[in-house]
């Protein structure tokens, strides 16, 4: 098999996007101040509704999804903030703040974990904050959090949620409206499987009531700028129109009924990762997953190698099997990897890639 082949790229985002996505991209560029834009625009809205489970608009940001991260903070209302941190894009949240000008307060949990929630709770009993932080996967780690429970200790307390499910998003339920989320973003290039560049948040009606008082919101990620828009199916600027036929064509692909079917597709996937480690751990060459049961993501798995195993080395054997996966990240690239079982990889591709890596392992 060659990389270029479907099913060989397993990064834990950007993730592979299929040749007819790809192909969306290549129809001519129009205006977008005009009819035909705002049937694409719509067509996107209608789906990426269906995606958040929501009734309510979801803003289409050309940016990385950290834009709306900072989109998320900027328009808050002022007043510190609590940030959940367990890995580094949970950290990438809190610092934002931080730069943002924000006071944090970051309750940190190890690598791996999660952070409990009786330690939520008696954080926003003891203070008042206006917002609470959370990724939702944390992609660095394969830890998922319960992000519904997060989002209604928040309200309790009188704070608002304020979750990035940019690798949660498409691969693990998500209902935005159940769960009374106040502000969910996610990015194209992680269990959507689309192309890197454009980012999708949804914002409750009192989050945006809120946003509208907010004295440091900025221009480009103003999110009353982004609902005004919305209401006319445009964006406040020039958006990434390439982008969008590809986000169009992913949305009618999934369909009005397609995501039970997409979260059962990655509940299966990360089971049939979790059980290969199991069957591996014998082998003596994977010792486990870092994220303990019970608080795995669905998209992406860790998976620690033993002390005389270099993990970068069976990255880098891998890849020349033709097969992509991620390394671990910072402290943990020697002593693990990560596989992305996202987007629209199947248990048919993410099989043929733990075949290749009973070779790879056995070889080294
Ligand atoms: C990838 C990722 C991000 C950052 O997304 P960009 O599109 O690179 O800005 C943030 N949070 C999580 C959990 C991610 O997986």
Redesign the pocket.
């Given at each position: 098999m060659t990389a270029s082949a479907f099913g060989t790229f397993f990064l834990?985002?950007p993730t592979e996007v299929r040749p007819e996505i790809l192909a969306a991209m290549q129809r001519p560029l129009i205006s977008h101040r005009g009819p035909e834009f705002e049937a694409v625009y719509a067509h996107c809205d209608e789906g990426l509704r269906r995606v958040f489970r929501t009734t309510r608009p979801v803003f289409i940001s050309s940016?990385?999804?950290?834009?709306?991260?900072e989109a998320a903070i900027r328009n808050a209302p002022a007043g510190p903030v609590l940030s959940l941190v367990n890995?580094?894009?949970?950290a990438?949240?809190a610092d934002i703040a931080r730069a943002c000008g924000r006071v944090v307060e970051a309750l940190e949990a190890p690598y791996g974990e999660v952070v409990a929630l009786e330690r939520v709770e008696s954080a926003l009993r003891a203070r008042r904050f206006a917002a609470v932080t959370a990724?939702?996967?944390?992609?660095?780690t394969g830890a998922a959090q319960d992000v519904q429970a997060i989002a209604e200790l928040a309200h309790a307390n009188g704070a608002f949620s304020l979750i990035?499910?940019?690798?949660?998003m498409g691969g693990m339920p998500v209902e935005t409206d159940a769960w009374a989320l106040d502000f969910v973003l996610t990015?194209?290039?992680?269990a959507l499987a689309l192309p890197?560049g454009l980012?999708f948040c949804c914002a409750s009606e009192r989050y945006l009531a809120a946003a509208a008082e907010a004295p440091a919101r900025g221009r480009y990620f103003d999110i009353v700028e982004f609902a005004h828009y919305a209401a006319k199916h445009q964006t406040p600027n020039t958006p990434a129109v390439s982008l969008f036929y590809a986000l169009e064509a992913q949305m009618a692909a999934i369909g009005p009924t397609g995501m039970e079917c997409r979260w059962a597709r990655h509940a299966a996937m990360a089971a049939t990762t979790h059980a290969w480690v199991e069957h591996q751990r014998p082998s003596g060459r994977v010792t486990g997953i870092l994220a303990p049961a019970g608080s795995r993501s669905n998209t992406?798995t860790v998976v620690k190698t033993a002390d005389d195993v270099d993990a970068r080395r069976v990255v880098d054997a891998l890849a020349e099997r033709g097969y992509v996966v991620g390394g671990g990240y910072g402290k943990l690239a020697a002593s693990s990897f990560r596989i992305g079982h996202m987007g629209d990889q199947s248990v048919a591709t993410i099989t043929n890639l733990l075949d290749a890596l009973v070779e790879t392992l056995a070889a080294r």
């Open positions: 834990p985002g940016s990385s999804a950290t834009g709306l991260m890995g580094a894009f949970s990438r949240f990724a939702h996967s944390e992609t660095s990035d499910s940019v690798s949660g990015g194209s290039q992680k890197p980012a992406v």
